[in-house]
């Protein structure tokens, strides 16, 4: 599933609230946020930074609760191969951004003069999450509603079977 929008639409404060909803729910979720140009994780100062800095390809920093990776790479990798690759006993991969991917997408949108959906052009979109109610011609919930949404998600995407508890199917 990608969530999509424009910018400042509120993506990320809405997969804040999906997520546990979700996790409540006995799923496993990944996430891939999708970003433009380059970007840091690590801290400046920090060991992991330092190797980054000096010049490894790969730097990587575990503990006994997680692990996280750096790699340099020369392309942007397809959205699949980076799921088989990382995403291990995982329920649901949810991406932010991939808007060119196809792939179910969620559209969260903010009504503004002149601006319409973007699921008015791409076929891909299955539900709009709103900041208020609108007319389309697929399933639309209030953005600040989140669980009907995972509801929604949850039967459309066919994951019943692992999700527990209300709503699961």
Same mark, same amino acid.
């Given at each position: 599933?990608?969530?999509?929008?424009? @910018?400042?639409?509120?993506?990320?404060?809405?997969?804040?609230?999906?997520? *546990?909803?979700?996790r409540s729910r006995g799923l496993r979720i990944g996430t891939i946020k999708h970003h433009a140009r380059d970007f840091?994780?690590?801290?400046?100062?920090?060991? @992991?930074?330092?190797?980054?800095?000096?010049?490894?390809?790969?730097?990587?920093?575990?503990?006994?609760?997680?692990?996280?990776?750096?790699?340099?790479?020369?392309?942007?990798? #397809?959205?699949?191969?980076?799921?088989?690759?990382?995403?291990?006993?995982?329920?649901?991969?949810?991406?932010?951004?991939? !808007?060119?991917?196809?792939? *179910?997408?969620?559209?969260?949108?903010?009504?503004?003069?002149?601006?319409? #959906?973007?699921?008015?052009?791409?076929?891909?979109?299955?539900?709009?999450?709103?900041? !208020? #109610?609108?007319?389309?011609?697929?399933?639309?919930?209030?953005?600040?509603?989140?669980? *009907?949404?995972?509801?929604?998600?949850?039967?459309?995407?066919?994951?019943?079977?692992?999700?527990?508890?209300?709503? @699961? @199917?």
């Open positions: 599933l990608s969530v999509i929008g424009r @910018s400042n639409t509120g993506k990320t404060t809405l997969l804040e609230k999906l997520i *546990p909803i979700f840091d994780i690590d801290k400046e100062g920090k060991d @992991s930074y330092r190797h980054k800095k000096a010049g490894a390809n790969i730097a990587m920093i575990t503990s006994p609760e997680k692990i996280a990776l750096v790699e340099d790479v020369g392309q942007d990798y #397809p959205l699949a191969e980076l799921v088989k690759h990382y995403m291990r006993d995982i329920d649901l991969v949810i991406t932010e951004g991939y !808007k060119r991917e196809h792939m *179910p997408k969620l559209e969260v949108y903010v009504h503004k003069e002149g601006q319409k #959906p973007l699921a008015e052009e791409d076929p891909d979109v299955i539900a709009i999450a709103a900041d !208020k #109610p609108i007319e389309a011609h697929l399933p639309v919930f209030l953005r600040d509603d989140p669980i *009907p949404i995972a509801d929604f998600l949850i039967e459309r995407l066919k994951l019943g079977s692992r999700a527990q508890g209300p709503g @699961s @199917s």
